[in-house]
């Protein structure tokens, strides 16, 4: 069972709009710490998305947006393309240990 | 760029220890304000911490894996390594390593080594 929740799995049509929540507590995001995104392709290592909640690695389109709120997080994508579809992962700090991650999401483009 | 490779033995027997390195290149391990990082995968599964290094030689470990997990540096190699003892088929996964920043965020990540516990 993971520190931060994430829905399982997300879905959507080709030019939609999705968003992926991160849910923490106030030992982890509600304590102010930041939050960063991951895409992982199937068979690939993960790639930084987001850093620092809202901020956009160079080369990382800006349909990709981070934001964080209370004790969560959300990554929003839009104009949703086929290529987006892989495992998405939140990541933030916690007392113990220091760096803790989401259970994944698994978005489908349908 | 910066780039991180892991390699070890693909294969471990339960009850032994696993060991793997991550060679470093584009860029020099003692600098900037980093820590280097392990990370593993099982098959199916999401991402799980299991220790950092900074260059001075400090370490943080995941305490569900603290007991059997050692984590070091060498500078002159550009290399920090893992090791993990007393091995059981819940360690396999795929190992990678990662370079943290001060944002607290993971910029790169070697490809990921597959290691399986199996007599």
């Known amino acids: 069972q993971s520190v931060l929740t994430q829905p399982p799995s997300v879905s959507g049509a080709p030019g939609q709009r999705v968003t992926i929540s991160c849910t923490g507590s106030?030992?982890?995001?509600?304590?102010?710490?930041?939050v960063h995104w991951y895409q992982q392709l199937p068979g690939t290592a993960p790639k930084l998305l987001i850093y620092g909640n809202s901020n956009r690695p160079s080369g990382v389109p800006d349909r990709f947006s981070g934001s964080k709120s209370g004790t969560s997080a959300s990554l929003a994508i839009t104009g949703l393309q086929a290529e987006d579809e892989a495992d998405y992962y939140c990541q933030s700090y916690d007392s113990s240990p220091p760096v803790v991650f989401g259970g994944g999401t698994k978005l489908t483009v349908l | 760029q910066v780039q991180l490779q892991e390699s070890g033995p693909g294969l471990v027997k339960p009850s032994q220890t696993l060991s793997l390195t991550c060679t470093v290149s584009g860029g020099s391990i003692s600098s900037g304000s980093y820590y280097w990082s392990w990370i593993r995968q099982p098959a199916g599964k999401g991402l799980e911490w299991i220790g950092r290094?900074?260059?001075?030689?400090?370490?943080n470990y995941n305490p569900s894996l603290k007991s059997r997990v050692t984590i070091s540096v060498d500078t002159s190699k550009n290399q920090f390594s893992l090791k993990l003892s007393s091995v059981t088929a819940a360690d396999t996964a795929v190992y990678y390593c990662?370079?943290?920043?001060?944002?607290?965020?993971?910029?790169?990540w070697g490809q990921g080594t597959l290691v399986t516990v199996s007599s």
């Open positions: 290094i900074y260059t001075s030689g400090s370490t």
């Open positions: 106030s030992s982890n995001i509600g304590a102010g710490y930041d």
């Open positions: 990662a370079r943290g920043s001060s944002y607290g965020d993971y910029g790169y």
